[in-house]
């Protein structure tokens, strides 16, 4: 591994330097910004550098844009409807997410192994006869979604609405820019190997999406699902309401860096409601999954800031009128 590719542009002790604005602590590997909690840069470099097989699986989105409900789906599809594991198992052990867990993770996973990124293209593992599901969100919800997500995340800095959005539009987040991750998954729309869904037409029709997964994954899948049965347990069990009953757990005191972040993971992924002890506490990871409770956030002046900055970096692009700029009137 190339030490010029990590680079710690800050950390926990210097968040509230210079400016007194509050930030993420960060770190940087081959130029994208990721959050420095749970991270081991060889783990993501390896990941970066894994090659897939023909049988792999990437379920791949831009953080908060409807990733937990994707791999859901993906379960219960290629699982019939049965019953699910717990959100904690499914993100780490049954759909580990890579840059957390590391490729080791899917050694022992049954084929087809199915996997979870938040890369863009260009740093995600590819191969054109590996299978690439992505959603995409509105940039609206997906900013107050993931605002609401930094806040419970360990040893995050508290910040208000305003203070995040400043963040978020300069890509100073984990997973760096929104656009531009989008942008560099929209240009392969269309490509085979790859399924590019939208978070809104998935609450929309579920059915539909349901359907829309099946087939690419397998015509096996495809006829699964045609059955009634199947397909309604498929629906129920990745149905917002039901993720959030089952719950999400992160230990009361763990350490989120370095090489004990790695077993930490794999901790967490052991955990549901019926075995998790006064060492671990649930936290908010299922909040709202509604399409258009950023009203409840944005102010005027800032839909009006974020409209031009979408303006901006969509100006050009193959994604120029995938959303246009909203009105500006709020909940608030």
Known sequence: MADEHIQF?????????????????????????????????????????????KDDIFIVTYPKCGTTWTQFLVWEIMHKGAY??????????????????????????????????????????????AKYIYIVRNPWDCSVSYYHHHQMEPGMPQMEFDQYLKLFMKGEVGWGDFFDHVL????????????????????????????????FLGESYYQDVQNEEIMENCIK??????????????????NVQGDEAVDAIKQIGEVDRNTVDETYKEVVFFRKGEVGDWRNHFLQDQIKIFNAHLINKLKGTEMENFWKPVEEETSL
């Open 9 to 53: 542009p800050y950390n926990a002790r210097d968040m509230n330097k210079a400016d007194d604005e509050p930030k993420y602590p960060l770190i940087k590997i081959r130029g994208l910004n990721l959050p420095e909690f749970f991270i081991v840069p060889e783990v993501v470099e390896a990941v970066m550098d894994y090659k897939p097989t």
């Open 84 to 129: 699910p594991p717990s959100p904690n198992q499914i993100m780490f052990q049954h759909i580990p997410f890579l840059e957390f867990t590391g490729i080791d993770a899917i050694k022992n996973l049954p084929k087809p192994r199915v996997m979870k990124t938040h890369l863009p293209f260009h740093l995600q593992p590819y191969s054109p006869s």
């Open 184 to 215: 560099s998954w929209f240009k392969h729309k269309n490509d085979p190997n790859v399924l590019f869904l939208t978070y809104e037409d998935m609450k929309k029709n579920t059915r539909k999406v349901v359907l829309q997964i099946a087939k």
């Open 237 to 254: 069990h990745s149905n917002f309401k039901f993720l959030k009953s089952l719950g999400m757990f992160f230990p009361t005191n763990v």
